[in-house]
């Protein structure tokens, strides 16, 4: 199993606790607030608490922050994220919930890459996941994908065995900039709330028809 830290005390990273608890990983929890901290820790038994700013126990680190704070926050962490699969969760989405808000060409995941130190390794998954379809898990035995996207193969491979230690299925879609159309995703996603769908209660997956 994984040794995972999670960085933010949001609803994904409370999912992504949760199931990773679940799955027989080692789990950290990590945010600025220590007593919110300790508090979000506590309702995950078996989970640790870790200080902002330290290096993170996990081998696997998970950025579930906002992604307006995302490149920040690792660029605050700097070289204590050396020899780390960074997993970024984010879905950079504009104010009006129409477009992405990163630069052309470019992804949320290329941008925190950027930020991350040599030698960290950045994998963009779950941003095609509502957080309570993540806490739920498998419906009806039927496992939820998770896209992934990264330029190593050994980040890949990790992260995809983490995945499967949460009873998902991993999806590698290609190389980092493939970031970019999940973060499409994430948006297409909002369009059918809005839209078509009218609520939450849904997944993005591939049917195999042979």
């Keep these: 199993m994984s040794s995972i830290s999670i960085i933010g005390l949001g609803n994904m990273a409370g999912a992504l606790a949760g199931r990773a608890l679940a799955g027989g990983n080692a789990v950290e929890i990590i945010g ?43 660029s605050d962490y700097g070289d204590a994220l050396l020899g780390k699969v960074i997993i970024d969760i984010t879905n950079p989405v504009s104010s009006d919930f129409k477009g992405l808000v990163t630069p052309d060409g470019s992804s949320a995941a290329q941008e925190i890459a950027k930020a991350a130190p040599v030698g960290a390794h950045v994998v963009k998954a779950f941003n095609t996941l509502y957080s309570h ?3 739920a898990g498998p419906v009806d035995g039927n496992r939820l994908d998770v896209f992934i996207a990264g330029d190593d193969a050994l980040a890949k491979a990790r992260v995809a065995a983490f995945i499967e230690s949460l009873g998902m299925r991993p ?3 290609g190389d980092l900039p493939m970031a970019r159309t999940l973060e499409n995703a994430g948006l297409l996603m909002l369009g059918l709330v809005a839209n078509s769908v009218k609520h939450t209660d ?9």
């Design 32 to 74: 600025r607030d220590p007593a919110r901290t300790r508090e979000v820790a506590a309702s995950f038994g078996g989970s640790a608490v870790g200080t902002a700013g330290d290096v993170p126990a996990g081998d696997i680190v998970v950025l579930a922050v906002p992604y307006a704070s995302a490149t920040a926050v690792v």
């Design 171 to 173: 999806l590698d879609t």
């Design 133 to 135: 379809v993540l806490a």
């Design 202 to 210: 849904f997944a993005l997956g591939i049917s195999m028809l042979s």
